[in-house]
């Protein structure tokens, strides 16, 4: 039963957030939940924090409205797929998170400074509840410091809270990004990055428990968190408390272990970014000695496969490599990813040195393949690059030669960049710079599989083989294009194993898998994004069972090639860009 129940949020008219409550709409249309999604025009002169201090009182009129109703919250850039029967009946008068999606054994004040998580609750019918709303306005009027919404609820939940009663959604239920989505999930966090832009700008709280009643993994925190504020550039404060979660998350031991596989791995990619074949022999040496892990081997692998492209096309170590940012985890290396330092040592004879494409350089460097424009600097050159979300950024003061489609075209135009509407996914160049030879059909159809796929559980017909889309090194990539050569078609999870059986002209199938719809990053995008900046009619990825057995697969095969003309002009530009310098 919903009639009891309303859905209330509100969103400025702003393109970012217009669409957010779009999609928020349709959600709660398919969920037959009722909702009430304001459009609010932003004063001039207001800020993010002014804004949300206004909730207060439109949450209060809202509730006035609705006396019998129970209210819920839900900030316009989260979502529901779901409001399961206990959190819709709550009996309590307020129902949500707990601050941080914390567990229970953190529940109330032990590492936090505030009680509930602000972006969905919801409020009861009783005169607790909405003593609690009206108690969070008569602060909110007389507060005269800078505040955002969330101060004055925990103000009237400290004042209120002993005589009220309430309800913590489990946090299992809650995911962080579509990406973490389990079976257990109802509701996705949403951020805009507003929090992290006014954080120390507006006023907070201090965790009522005195420090001698705190955790010591919550005094450790916060010691952490002051040094920290004096001491951490703000672009590296993201980094390092990760770093310092994931220490106060292991037991000595797993410290200990991670903390020898991250030296190795610094040690093997330094050594690989210089082109230092020896010292990668001397880790394997050592590593056979030792019985190492199959991590050890594989990272081993990416090492030499980023030390191959350290050499220029007559194998010799380049003395001017060109400088490129790719993604190269997982290890041993990801076919789509590692296109990028094939492709552009192929067309430019030269070395290519990796550059970080998170860290960046400070020299000018290459962006290209996957949707890493998010991390350009006024330092990148973006050739084809790409984006996963609609609403992404992309630094205005990059250099912009080409992009993957018209789509992450429009994203650099909103991010106040030029958009030079050359578009086309780089792996389209592949025929022009590699042609198998010797090929025999082996009547078979191929499988290849995001690598975010491969924990799903497939059951495969006796005719479907399956082909694993790590390839890092030269001969490993060239290696798969062989591969997917002899399949009568391909049916293919990874963006890159579908687009490389385009510019062969080789039949496949875009697909995903049952369990699988949200293990692949973004929202999308870059699939539409791909077809249009090739001149094709944009596709999603097909939902497949995990028994493979069960459905005609051919139905959904493409059998289209990536038209000649775009070829031609991306293959054009790329030699003009990487044979000049």
Known sequence: MTDDVLIYSFHTKDAYYTGKADELKAALGRLGLPYRIDAIDIPEGKEWPDICRQKIGMIKNVCDENPDKKIFWIDVDCYLFDLPDYVKNFSADIIGYQRGFSTPDLIGYAGRTR??????WGINTSKSARGFINDALEAE???QERATDDYFFEESWRKNGSSMSFQIIPSMTAARTEAVITDDSFFVFGASGNVAKFKGKVSQHTSLLPASAMPITTRVKQYGRAAGAA???ERLKPFIKRALSALLRRTLRENVSALTDRSFRIQVLSAAKNGDR????????SIAKQGASSSKRKLLQLGYAMCAYRESAEKALNDNPVKLGWWIDPAPGNFGDWLSPY???????????????????????YLSIGSIGKFARPASTLMGVGVSRKDAII??????????GPRTGAIVTASGGVDPGVYGDPAILLPKLFKPEGIIKTGRVGLVRHFTHLPLDLTLPEH?????????????IEGFITKLHEFDYVISSAMHGFIACQAYGIPCALVTF??????VHGDGLKYADYFEGVGMHPVAPVLLPRDLRAVSIKEHIIDTTVPNEHVERLYDIFVAELKSR
């Open 464 to 476: 479907v083989e399956e082909v694993s889309i790590f390839a890092s090194s030269p001969d490993d």
């Open 278 to 285: 020896k010292r990668l022999d001397g880790f394997e040496k």
């Open 115 to 120: 009680f509930w998580e602000p972006c969905f």
């Open 231 to 233: 001491l951490v550039p």
């Open 343 to 365: 492709i552009f040592q192929k067309i430019s004879g030269r070395g290519v040195e990796f550059v970080s494409p998170v860290k960046g350089a400070d020299d000018r460097y």
């Open 395 to 404: 630094d205005p003061d990059a250099r912009v030669v080409s992009l993957r």
């Open 514 to 519: 049952e369990g699988g719809e949200n293990n």
């Open 141 to 143: 009027k007389a507060y």
